[in-house]
Nanobody, 126 residues
Framework: QVQLVESGGGLVQAGGSLRLSCAVS????????MAWFRQAPGKEREFVAA????????QYEESVKGRFTISRDNAKNTVFLQMLSLKPEDTAVYYC???????????????????WGQGTQVTVSS
């Protein structure tokens, strides 16, 4: 069974940084496309970033381009989200997701992902 466990969330001031981690177990990590989504209270789940199996392709939501970087270490079965210049509007629960499907044009859709973590809270104060 595939399991995803997020960590690295916390409380930071606006302009600060955090690095989220997602540890994957239960299958060959290098075969999965990985993504981060987030959900703020009372709002719909939102795509943040995705990375292909070999890290050759990435995609970002417009509001985080230039500030967030998604990466992966296949040897350690871990995907990361480095977040810089954090803003209060980045406050949300961040979820890691995985799919065995290949990289395509719909990596920003939550329905494309087969496995999800339980989330880690990110709070950015003003």
């Amino acid at each position: 069974q595939v399991q995803l466990v997020e960590s690295g969330g916390g409380l930071v001031q606006a302009g600060g940084s955090l690095r989220l981690s997602c540890a994957v177990s239960g299958r060959t990590f290098r075969r999965d496309t990985m993504a981060w989504f987030r959900q703020a209270p009372g709002k719909e789940r939102e795509f943040v970033a995705a990375i292909s199996k070999s890290a050759g392709s990435t995609q970002y939501e417009e509001s985080v381009k230039g500030r967030f970087t998604i990466s992966r270490d296949n040897a350690k079965n871990t995907v990361f989200l480095q977040m810089l210049s954090l803003k209060p509007e980045d406050t949300a629960v961040y979820y890691c997701a995985a799919t065995f499907k290949g990289w395509g044009t719909e990596v920003d859709l939550g329905d494309e992902y087969e496995y999800w973590g339980q989330g880690t809270q990110v709070t950015v104060s003003s």
